[in-house]
């Protein structure tokens, strides 16, 4: 039986360890950003250079504020199945400055409950350990998973926007904004 070494958690669900980003999860990452079926959301895919700087922007955010989009990892296995997360977004709208809760999960690991069993402990943890007082998330309008996961979760849908970092005319410009508060 192959041992896996002691993963020192930031935090754990029933299923999944949420922990910093470690120079070993880029290439999982980078495939993950990398598959047009999982980005299929997104403007694009990303390169391996466009991961390594995400991650590098995960870090630097964890250093800053103690929380980012955290590495996941499944306990069963030790494999890193992908992020869920907190983030401060960087773009104009009428919502920000806000803290968003996001997820972006490996296409081998969808449809077992994951993202929404993630997102409900990183709501969790961001309420009653890092005490903050409202979240936000957002996503494509055309992006129904993602979407269906913020209604699992407890959000409330606010409305609809148009995100400025995506070119006008794109059919992803569209997105659906929701929130949720401490209770």
Not at 8 to 28: C, H, K, M, V
Request: proline fraction near 4%.
């Amino acid at each position: 039986m192959k041992k896996t070494p002691f993963i020192n958690y930031l935090f754990q669900s029933a299923r999944l360890g949420f922990r910093e980003w470690t120079d070993a999860d880029l290439i999982p990452f980078a495939k993950m950003n990398a598959n047009s079926e999982v980005m299929r959301y997104f403007p694009s895919v990303r390169t391996l250079e466009e991961s390594e700087q995400s991650m590098r922007k995960f870090k630097e955010q964890f250093r800053e504020y103690g929380y980012c989009f955290y590495a996941l990892d499944e306990l069963a296995s030790g494999q890193f199945i992908g992020f869920v997360g907190l983030n401060n977004p960087k773009f104009e709208a009428d919502f920000m400055p806000c803290v968003e809760i996001g997820w972006r999960l490996r296409r081998e690991f969808w449809n077992k409950g994951y993202a929404t069993e993630a997102a409900k402990r990183c709501l969790d943890y961001a309420f009653n350990e890092l005490d903050l007082d409202e979240i936000v998330s957002f996503t494509s309008v055309l992006n129904k998973p993602s979407e269906n996961v913020m209604e699992k979760i407890g959000m409330h849908k606010l409305g609809h926007f148009m995100h400025p970092a995506v070119n006008a005319g794109d059919i992803l410009k569209e997105h659906v904004l929701y929130r949720i508060r401490k209770h």
